[in-house]
């Protein structure tokens, strides 16, 4: 009978520890990179534009908000904003989210999450009014998406926003003009990527690509540095929009759908045992091929420099 309690009892203890490890490669991310709360404090009754740290700007005009109830806010209650701001292609793959749109392939200008209480009550836009967002990315026929994924950010699937008009801002003498308002914002001359969003939450600047051929591929990593909790995904390079892999075995990936013959960025991090592992390649997309890439060693301060560098390439 004891050997038996000591068998469940090591057993718990050995799948505790496996459990501890496929969520340090996330965790270690989240303590050593972490992506940036912003919190603003607004009064609901005035109109208010916000300048977040990475570039977008919100403008939201006054009494749009009420209580998730749609009952009215309690007068003179202060109205706070968290925003988490993806404008960086990185920002998105360690935070594990995606280009897709039930599995069709889109572009992304800039993606946020936006979540509101007053009072220590959460709240929505009123029906009829929305919110108006500049992104810092380049303006070419972007729409609103939406997405009604919860905390987990890999569950996250945008979907457009139907019937809504979204021109592009043009900017005359540091004023812009756009769906009828006139709004002071300050970028001299510039044509702005501005869309308006009727719903807090995730939001997406983005466009359809419609590709005609798409495939899967595969890739396999030397070692075993992979496990369900591995970054993995493949990025682009002429056009914002990342695909996530899919974990099949101890070494191996799937990715779909992907573009046949566009070129691709295959982008890796893992942890494991303390120590980051990192691997970057850029292939062509072949036709259900197989590739191979090797996960380096690297120390935290390299896997940051890496990732800024990755960054200043390439910009939305």
Not at 117 to 128: A, C, D, Q, Y
Not at 138 to 167: A, C, D, L, R
């Amino acid at each position: 009978m004891k050997k038996i309690i000591i068998y469940f009892i090591l057993t718990a203890v050995i799948c505790g520890c496996e459990n501890v490890s496929k969520e340090n490669a996330q965790s270690a991310i989240n303590k050593d990179i972490p992506l940036l709360k912003q919190e603003f404090y607004i009064n609901p009754l005035m109109d208010t534009l916000l300048k977040c740290k990475f570039g977008s700007e919100i403008y939201i005009q006054a009494n749009s908000f009420c209580y998730e109830d749609s009952s009215s806010l309690i007068p003179e209650a202060e109205i706070l904003l968290e925003i988490f701001e993806y404008v960086r292609l990185t920002d998105m793959v360690l935070n594990k989210l995606s280009t897709l749109s039930d599995n069709k392939i889109i572009e992304t200008g800039g993606m946020l999450n936006i979540t509101g209480n007053s009072n220590n009550k959460s709240i929505k836009l009123r029906e009829n009014k929305s919110i108006k967002i500049y992104f810092p990315s380049k303006p070419n026929g972007f729409f609103s998406f939406y997405s009604e994924g919860g905390k987990n950010h890999e569950s996250v699937n945008w979907t457009i926003e139907k019937n809504q008009s979204h021109p592009v801002a043009q900017v005359r003498q540091d004023t812009s003009l756009f769906e009828g308002d006139t709004l002071n914002w300050n970028k001299n001359n510039a044509k702005l990527n501005v869309l308006s969003f009727n719903k807090l939450g995730w939001i997406n600047c983005d466009r359809f690509l419609n590709f005609d051929n798409t495939t899967d591929i595969f890739v396999k990593v030397e070692g075993n540095y992979i496990d369900s909790s591995t970054f993995c995904s493949v990025i682009l390079k002429s056009y914002n929009s990342i695909i996530p892999g899919k974990i099949i075995s101890d070494n191996s990936m799937r990715f779909f759908p992907l573009p046949i013959n566009e070129a691709v960025t295959l982008f890796l991090i893992s942890y494991k045992d303390g120590n980051y592992y990192m691997g970057i390649k850029d292939v062509i997309v072949k036709e259900k091929e197989t590739y191979s890439v090797n996960l380096e060693l690297v120390t935290k301060e390299q896997l940051k420099y890496k990732i800024e560098e990755f960054d200043k390439g390439r910009p939305l």
